[in-house]
């Protein structure tokens, strides 16, 4: 019943920016853990960032400083302001619940369509 759909991808050059947001039915924000994730061909789904309950926000080091993780409860949409990017975060980008005892790993285990991210040097 959870239905959540990944928007705002997009070909930018290297150290350009992108904010990707992930709209969700049938689960309330405020009572989850959301997580971005993102997969590169060949290789498979890797935590990106995480905003708990509380409104904390966590990364993976690689995008600590240039990513920002965020949520609007009002529209139920989680966000993903990503900053000076770079060739390696190329990738389809999802979002996803996270467990509430292992916050890097994903809830659901059906995935959305994501949302291609492509930054060209």
């Known amino acids: 019943q959870v239905q959540l759909v990944e928007s705002g991808g997009g070909l930018v050059q290297a150290g350009g920016s992108l904010r990707l947001s992930c709209a969700a039915s049938g689960l309330t924000f405020t009572n989850s853990a959301m997580g971005w994730f993102r997969q590169a061909p060949g290789k498979e789904r890797e935590f990106v960032a995480g905003?708990?309950?509380?409104?904390?926000?966590y990364y993976r080091d690689s995008v600590k400083g240039r990513f920002t993780i965020s949520r609007d409860g009002a529209k139920n949409t989680v966000y993903l302001q990503m900053n000076s990017l770079k060739p390696e975060d190329t990738a389809v980008y999802y979002c996803?619940?996270?467990?509430?005892?292992?916050?890097?790993?994903?809830?659901?285990?059906?995935w959305g369509q994501g949302t291609q991210v492509t930054v060209s040097s």
């Open positions: 905003i708990r309950r509380s409104g904390t926000t």
């Open positions: 996803n619940a996270v467990k509430p005892y292992n916050e890097y790993s994903p809830l659901f285990a059906s």
